[in-house]
């Protein structure tokens, strides 16, 4: 069975600051990774996935992450935020093996404030 | 496309009372999962569908919780009797039928408070 671990429940920081939101997983097979986004009153939206290839996600809202086998990481990232990326955001795992359940993280709070 | 829609919005109930939740999957999607959220638990996977066959239940907390998908269109959690600690908010999503690297499509969920 694969998890995920999302160390930061918060994440406050300054508008147009960069921020890295940390996700680390476990698993005994090959997985997929995905990052998904929670607006306030919304449900999750998909912000970027990595299934193969480069190890650079980018995805949308200029958010980028990048899948780390060595370290089982797949952290998000972003050079500059904006205030309207306060949100939520859940890192999620899926083997390559199995049906389409995915395993999602605890969330991380990401707060822009001015 | 009008995405996944879920009703109600929000739902207050007292405990013990039959609570109904719906799911519209959006168009052409095969599978359909029942999410449900809390603080303390966070997402927690209840119940998923394969072209209205359910796959895996072991997220259903208990026999109080049913789901059936009758059609491609439509779904139904359903909590009989319901309880306070099952207050929470339940989302709904939806994928295509290349199932396990699809993207899901969440509904904006349900609000359930139970008093």
């Known amino acids: 069975a694969q998890s995920v671990t999302q160390l930061d429940s918060q994440v406050p920081v300054f508008e147009e600051a960069p921020v890295e939101l940390r996700c680390n997983y476990s698993?005994?097979?090959?997985?997929?990774l995905f990052w998904y986004v929670q607006y306030p009153n919304q449900g999750l939206q998909l912000l970027l996935k990595?299934?193969?290839?480069?190890?650079l996600v980018k995805g949308i809202n200029g958010f980028e992450a990048e899948f780390n086998k060595s370290q089982t990481s797949f952290h998000l990232r972003k050079p500059s935020v904006h205030i309207s990326d306060t949100a939520e955001y859940f890192c999620?795992?899926?083997?390559?093996?199995?049906?389409?359940?995915?395993?999602f993280g605890t969330g991380t709070q990401l707060k822009v404030e001015l | 496309d009008a995405g996944v829609i879920q009703s109600p919005r929000h739902e207050v109930t007292e405990m013990g009372q039959e609570v109904t939740l719906r799911c519209k999957p959006i168009?052409?999607?095969?599978?359909l999962f029942w999410y449900r959220q809390t603080m303390m638990r966070g997402l927690e996977l209840l119940i998923y569908?394969?072209?209205?066959?359910?796959?895996?239940d072991s997220g259903m907390p208990e026999d109080r919780f049913s789901a059936k998908m009758p059609n491609a269109s439509f779904s139904t959690l359903k909590i009989q009797p319901s309880e306070p600690r099952d207050s929470a908010v339940y989302f709904c999503?939806?994928?295509?039928?290349?199932?396990?690297?699809?993207?899901?499509?969440f509904g904006n969920g349900t609000r359930l408070t139970v008093t």
């Open positions: 698993s005994s097979v090959s997985v997929y």
């Open positions: 168009s052409g999607h095969d599978y």
């Open positions: 569908f394969n072209n209205n066959v359910p796959i895996d």
């Open positions: 999503a939806s994928s295509f039928r290349t199932g396990w690297s699809s993207p899901l499509h």
């Open positions: 999620a795992v899926s083997n390559t093996g199995g049906g389409n359940k995915l395993t």
């Open positions: 990595y299934l193969s290839g480069s190890t």
